[in-house]
Each structure stands twice: as structure tokens, then as C-alpha cells.
T-cell receptor, first 114, second 113 residues
């Protein structure tokens, strides 16, 4: 079955450390996205990539970095510059063609700074 | 500046009755709208969508209505079931925007047995 895999499901980070969240998809989707969810707020876009080796900042990119070296993979690094990194992180992908404009989401990673 | 708004953070409904979740948007360039359902600690799952060329789309117990002049859409669930208890997100996209989805803040639906 095709889908998106995010790992790990729970992640703890000490203040001042960088941490990388993994996102892998086998749906052959071109576009991939990272969102952040905080309590009482919607999903806010961090970064997105429409094609390999290209990515764009979303609404809240400060303190985050990404890479897109392979179509299947879009890892997100939460750097020490991110002031409030504790949140639920969601990765998503989408076909670039066809009538469906919806995303397929992974199951998320809960990051906690300790 | 929230372009997609869900003004009700929570809604409680009796099992078997109708649930109506509302969503307003401000960007007139949005031409495709979706509803997602999310359980705690899981990713959202797609529920139903509607293009701006339609005003209604139905899928089983779920119906989405779009009122373009009012920039308003709603999701109707009939009949509501306890398993429908979840957070529902409204989302919208516009052509030429890499089809990014802009999400509302979500509505927690609780269906009481």
C-alpha cells in the first residue's frame, strides 16, 4: 500500500540542539509539504517542494530547514534558532496532475523540547 | 490574516442528529475546498471536497455546500455517529499557488451517544 511515513512518532530534543524529522512517500507524488499544528490553531505551512532539488518557504519557515534530494524524501530539520519548536509536525504530499488537489498526510511527529 | 476561518472551536451533537460545521474564507481566488477529519496524534484524512463550479457535493452521510457569494461553506453530517467525533479542518486552495492548502483552525466535533 502506498502512503507517507513519518518517523519517529515522538521525539524529544534538548534546548540548543538541531533535530531532523523524516518524511518518506511511495505515492510517486511530486509535491511535498511540512505543516505544524499547535493547540487551538490550524495547520501552518513551514516549507513545501514541488520538485526535486527545489523548495519554497511557507508562512513560518524561520528556524527550520529542508532538503529534497529525492522525490520520495523531504526531511525537516528543526534548528536551535526555532524559538518554540514543541509542536505536532505533519508531512503531506500531492500529485501535481489530475483533478484532485487534496493532500495525503503522514501520521505526524510530536516534538517536545526538554 | 486568516484567510480561512472556522469560528466554532467546538460542537456537540446528539447521535443520529445532524452536525453542521461552518467555514468562511476571504480570498476570492480560492477555487477548491476540502474537509479533513483528524483524530488526536494522527494525520488528517481527506473527507470530501468541492470545486467552485459547484454548490453542493455529496458522499454518503457527508454533504458539503458552497455559497460563493457569501464566501462560506459548510459540512453536513447526517446522521451523526459517535465515530465522527474528531477535529474537522476546512481547507482551500487557489490555482497558480502551487495548490497549497490554507487551513482553518479546526472544529472539535463531539457526537454524544
Amino acid at each position: 500500500d502506498g502512503g507517507i511515513t513519518q518517523s519517529p512518532k515522538y521525539l524529544f530534543r534538548k534546548e540548543g540542539q538541531n533535530v531532523t524529522l523524516s518524511c518518506e512517500q511511495n505515492l510517486n507524488h511530486d509535491a511535498m509539504y511540512w505543516y505544524r499544528q499547535d493547540p487551538g490553531q490550524g495547520l501552518r505551512l513551514i516549507y513545501y517542494s514541488q520538485i526535486v532539488n527545489d523548495f519554497q518557504k511557507g508562512d513560518i519557515a524561520e528556524g527550520y530547514s529542508v532538503s529534497r534530494e529525492k522525490k520520495e524524501s523531504f526531511p525537516l530539520t528543526v534548528t536551535s534558532a526555532q524559538k518554540n519548536p514543541t509542536a505536532f509536525y505533519l508531512c503531506a504530499s500531492r500529485r501535481s496532475t489530475g483533478v484532485s488537489y487534496g493532500y495525503t498526510f503522514g501520521s505526524g511527529t510530536r516534538l517536545t523540547v526538554v | 490574516d486568516q484567510q480561512v476561518k472556522q469560528n466554532s472551536p467546538s460542537l456537540s451533537v446528539q447521535e443520529g442528529r445532524i452536525s453542521i460545521l461552518n467555514c468562511d474564507y476571504t480570498n476570492s481566488m480560492f477555487d477548491y475546498f476540502l474537509w479533513y477529519k483528524k483524530y488526536p496524534a494522527e494525520g488528517p484524512t481527506f473527507l470530501i471536497s468541492i470545486s467552485s463550479i459547484k454548490d453542493k457535493n455529496e458522499d454518503g452521510r457527508f454533504t458539503v455546500f458552497l455559497n460563493k457569494s457569501a464566501k462560506h461553506l459548510s459540512l453536513h453530517i447526517v446522521p451523526s455517529q459517535p465515530g465522527d467525533s474528531a477535529v474537522y479542518f476546512c481547507a482551500a486552495s487557489a490555482s497558480g499557488s502551487a495548490r497549497q492548502l490554507t487551513f482553518g483552525s479546526g472544529t472539535q466535533l463531539t457526537v454524544l451517544p
